[in-house]
């Protein structure tokens, strides 16, 4: 049963420390989406990424927020330094495409969130 | 202003009972419409898919209609249970794009 999975699943800091989270997308996917989620915003896209290589972060702020796929396996979301607005549901998701934008009918497969709290 | 409409906001029914969500969308040009539902604490999952060619979709108890004419979309949960009580998110792709159109969700809560 493949699945997007997500670390950790739950996060308190304090303001101004530096949060990392992770995801691994789903083997044999070459797409994956960070999206953040709140009451008032619902979801929001910050990062898009194909083949590992980004190709859309206009959704994050870019002073604080930076995402990354050191491999295949791995993607990042990194804030430093975080903020209490930066609370919030992190999502990544993952999909497969044959061109540098998802062919209409391709899925995203979301993995579980991680529910930050910045204190 | 959002390009995806949902209806109601919340709604509450009792178990065993039927009941329809509305999504109206002005996305264009139009390639298809999704519906997920997504449980407390997880992520969405997809429930389903509908190009511009169907009108009716079904995925055991939900059914899914599309009028592309008047971009209006339903989702119709038939002899609900405990478990579908979730929030239920409207999506729409921009035709040939990566980008997702969200509708803000109804929240259903089945009450035994």
């Known amino acids: 049963d493949a699945r997007v999975t997500q670390t950790p699943r739950d996060k308190v800091t304090e303001m101004g420390q530096e949060v990392t989270m992770r995801c691994q997308p789903i083997?044999?996917?070459?797409?994956v989406f960070w999206y953040r989620q709140t009451m008032m915003q619902g979801l929001e896209l910050l990062a898009y990424?194909?083949?590992?290589?980004?190709?859309?972060d206009s959704g994050m702020p870019k002073d604080r927020f930076s995402a990354e796929m050191p491999d295949a396996t791995l993607a990042t979301l990194k804030i430093q330094p975080s903020e209490p607005r930066d609370s919030a549901v992190y999502f990544c998701?993952?999909?497969?495409?044959?061109?540098?934008?998802?062919?209409?009918?391709?899925?995203?497969?979301f993995g579980p969130g991680t529910r930050l709290t910045v204190l | 202003k959002n390009q995806v409409e949902q209806s109601p906001q919340s709604l509450i029914i009792l178990e065993g009972k039927n009941c329809t969500l509305q999504?109206?969308?002005?996305?264009?040009?139009?390639?298809?419409l999704r519906w997920y539902k997504q449980d407390t604490g997880r992520g969405p999952v997809s429930l389903t898919i509908m190009t511009f060619s169907e009108n009716t979709k079904s995925n055991g108890r939900y059914t899914a209609t599309l009028d592309a004419d008047t971009k209006q979309s339903s989702l119709h949960i038939t002899a609900s249970q405990l478990s579908d009580s979730a929030s239920y998110i409207c999506?729409?792709?921009?035709?040939?794009?990566?980008?997702?159109?969200f509708g803000a969700g109804t929240t259903v809560t089945v009450r035994a």
């Open positions: 990424f194909r083949n590992r290589a980004p190709l859309d």
């Open positions: 083997l044999g996917h070459n797409t």
């Open positions: 998701a993952s999909g497969w495409t044959i061109s540098d934008r998802a062919p209409p009918n391709n899925e995203q497969f």
């Open positions: 999506v729409v792709p921009r035709s040939n794009d990566y980008k997702l159109s």
């Open positions: 999504c109206n969308y002005t996305v264009s040009p139009f390639s298809n």
